[in-house]
């Protein structure tokens, strides 16, 4: 079954999404869109280092989107509003990664592939990584996941509730590093945050509870990646971007129905 | 032993000082109330008691197991994150359905449990947070400004509502506000900061202590030291009395 190179894209876009979606919901409560667009900039420079040093790609992107997301835990609160930090880490991030890829001239390398993924070449080895990956980011989540919220309502109750939410975030920004890693190379470094970002936000109007949220935005999420690499097949699109725009209708709909049920 | 001490605590933002020589104890079951005027340290008081701030100096004990049932001055709810009253006070996990049904009554809002938090009105979203803090069945409540964003006849009831649950639970309950008038009669002790203490006792030995009415006047700067309603000044009494009334203290407070 692994042989059929749709069935494995198709089981690589489900495990992001897995992973994505409850990982997606921090994201939109916490407001921290931008952190997985910078967390996922930086894995560029980390695809870059990889290919020069000759290691797996998966390894140097997780490095580097770990490094950078240590960086923003940490310069977070010193004087620059949060926007302004992320926009000048993601961004230098992404140039100093195209930079350093114009370096390698040795060997030629496809840079499309890594910004906006490379779904229909997934193998078995990278579809062990994406699940192995997914598994971490879906248990680690689950066992933070009273703490995470606590924290993610309000710091104060956490810290009265003997939770250190500082610590709770930087345990939701390992999660994202690892996600960042194993999505590259799905859907690429710049659409990411999409899949992070879509389901959950396209889940909010059909939840009532934050694991109503989560579970509904891992439906969608699903449903994207199966149906974007059918569009993907049958109009020869980019299976990446196609996923992302099927998640996209989803939210329009999901939107309206809402619009819908408050006008009655 | 005390439930909370607080010895020769001081707090620093940077270079600037919030807060120094900081000593306080609250006992088991009495009800302590921190007054003080604004930026007088009285939240970041409140804050290093729950440990979301370091001090620079000093320490906090907390007595061995003690629970803490902290009510925040204010808490958002981004739109964004669906979550009903019940899952809320679910939060700190393993709580069961009946144990949050007796913590709503016992906060005065047993109906709310199937509604989302973020349609609550102010009133009813305190008291979801005063039923979040009684879940855990705490040894001692913290409220910072939990009245903040409610008028009168709410807040005096708010504040009813804490004596109800002092009487029946026995918790301790240490607060911050800004309603002199209405909180300190309801005290067994008022702590006056203002940087650091400037004093303390039961409420009728702080409201006529000279730091005391330096800091808030004796009266005459209007409703904040109602505590007393002294009829040896001018002002609008109607307004007063009505706040004095709306807490069924006008026997004492005359």
């Given at each position: ?32 869109a ?13 695809v870059?280092?990889?290919?020069a ?12 989107a ?76 689950a ?19 003997g ?22 190379k799905v ?7 999409a ?23 891992a ?23 196609s ?10 709909m999901?939107?309206?129905?809402r ?6 | ?16 000082s ?15 109330t ?34 803490l ?28 359905p ?29 008291r979801?947070?005063?039923a ?13 400004e939990?009245?903040?964003?409610l ?31 209405v909180?300190?009669s ?6 006056c ?55 069924g ?6």
């Open positions: 079954m692994l042989d059929d190179f749709m069935v494995r894209a198709a089981l690589a876009g489900i495990g992001v999404a897995l992973a994505a979606a409850p990982l997606g919901c921090f994201v939109v409560w916490r407001r921290m931008y952190f997985g667009d910078a967390t996922a900039h930086a894995a560029i420079l980390g870059a280092l990889s290919l040093l000759s290691m797996s790609i998966f390894a140097g992107a997780l490095v580097v770990l490094l950078m997301a240590l960086i923003v835990n940490s310069l977070s609160g010193r004087g620059y509003a949060m926007d302004t930090l992320l926009g000048v880490l993601a961004h230098s991030a992404l140039a100093f990664g195209l930079v350093a890829v114009s370096f390698l001239s040795g060997i030629r390398i496809d840079l499309m592939a890594y910004l906006f993924g490379d779904i229909l070449a997934v193998s078995r080895l990278d579809l062990a990584m994406i699940w192995g990956g997914a598994a971490v980011v879906v248990a680690l989540i066992w933070r996941w009273s703490a995470l919220l606590t924290a993610t309502l309000n710091e104060d109750l956490a810290y009265a509730s939770i250190d939410p500082r610590r709770e975030q930087l345990g939701l920004t390992l999660a994202l590093a690892i996600t960042v890693a194993v999505a590259i859907v690429g470094v710049l659409l990411i945050a899949m992070l970002i879509i389901p959950a936000a396209a889940a909010r109007p059909l939840a009532r509870t934050p694991e109503g949220m989560a579970a509904v935005a439906m969608i999420g699903s449903i994207s990646a199966g149906i974007g690499l059918r569009a993907a097949y049958v109009f020869d699109t980019p299976a990446g971007p996923i992302v725009c099927v998640a996209a209708l989803i939210f329009a999901t939107s309206v129905m619009g819908v049920r408050h006008v009655r | 032993m005390s439930l909370i001490r607080v010895e020769d605590l001081g707090i620093r933002y940077g270079a600037r919030v807060l120094s020589h900081v000593s306080l104890s609250v006992e088991r079951g009495e009800i302590v921190i007054v003080g005027p604004n930026g007088s340290g009285k939240t970041s008081l409140l804050r290093a008691i729950i440990g979301a701030v370091k001090p620079a100096t000093g320490r906090v004990l907390h007595a061995p197991g003690v629970r049932g902290y009510v925040p001055q204010r808490l958002h709810v981004d739109p964004t994150l669906p979550i009903t009253v019940a899952r809320f006070l679910r939060l700190p996990g393993n709580i069961s009946a144990a949050i049904a007796a913590a709503l009554t016992q906060a005065g809002v047993p109906d709310l449990g199937a509604a989302q938090m973020s349609q609550l009105s102010g009133g009813q979203f305190q979801v947070l005063l979040r803090a009684l879940v855990g069945k705490p040894d001692i409540l913290l409220l910072d939990a009245t903040q964003g008028d009168q006849p709410g807040s005096a009831a708010f504040y009813r509502q804490i004596e109800a649950v002092r009487r029946d639970t026995g918790c301790a309950v240490l607060m911050i506000s800004h309603e002199l008038h909180v300190m309801a005290s067994d002790r008022v702590i900061l203002n940087g650091h203490v400037c004093c303390e006792g039961t409420p009728d030995i702080v409201a006529s202590a000279p730091e005391y009415r330096a800091l808030f006047g004796t009266g005459t700067g209007g409703a904040l030291a109602l505590y007393r309603h002294d009829h040896d000044h001018d002002h609008d009494h109607a307004h007063g009395q009505e706040q004095v009334h709306a807490v203290q006008s026997e004492a407070a005359e």
